[in-house]
Nanobody, 114 residues
Framework: QVQLVESGGGLVQPGGSLTLSCTVS????????MDWYRQAPEKQRELVAH????????NYEDSVKGRFAISRDNAKSTVYLQMNSLKPEDTAVYYC???????WGQGTQVTVSS
């Protein structure tokens, strides 16, 4: 059974930082690419960041480029999303997902507000 468990969300002030983690089990983690998505209220879920299985190739949605960084630790079967210079428009539920497969985490709430 494939499981993705996220952690690290919370409330942060504008300009602050958060790091999300997603630990994966039940799959050969080092062989799969990983994604972070987010869904804001009344908006469609969008892809925020992608990392290839080896960790050397990453892609970002335009609005987070230069502020967010995706990384992975294959030894720990964990993918991270470092979020800096957070803005109120980054408020959303963030999900990790195994790329190309329909396996999702439960989501973690990120709220950026003063």
């Amino acid at each position: 059974q494939v499981q993705l468990v996220e952690s690290g969300g919370g409330l942060v002030q504008p300009g602050g930082s958060l790091t999300l983690s997603c630990t994966v089990s039940g799959i050969r983690f080092r062989q799969v690419a990983m994604d972070w998505y987010r869904q804001a209220p009344e908006k469609q879920r969008e892809l925020v960041a992608h990392i290839a299985s080896g960790g050397t190739i990453t892609n970002y949605e335009d609005s987070v480029k230069g502020r967010f960084a995706i990384s992975r630790d294959n030894a720990k079967s964990t993918v991270y999303l470092q979020m800096n210079s957070l803005k109120p428009e980054d408020t959303a539920v963030y999900y990790c997902k195994v790329s190309d497969l329909n396996y999702w985490g439960q989501g973690t709430q990120v709220t950026v507000s003063s």
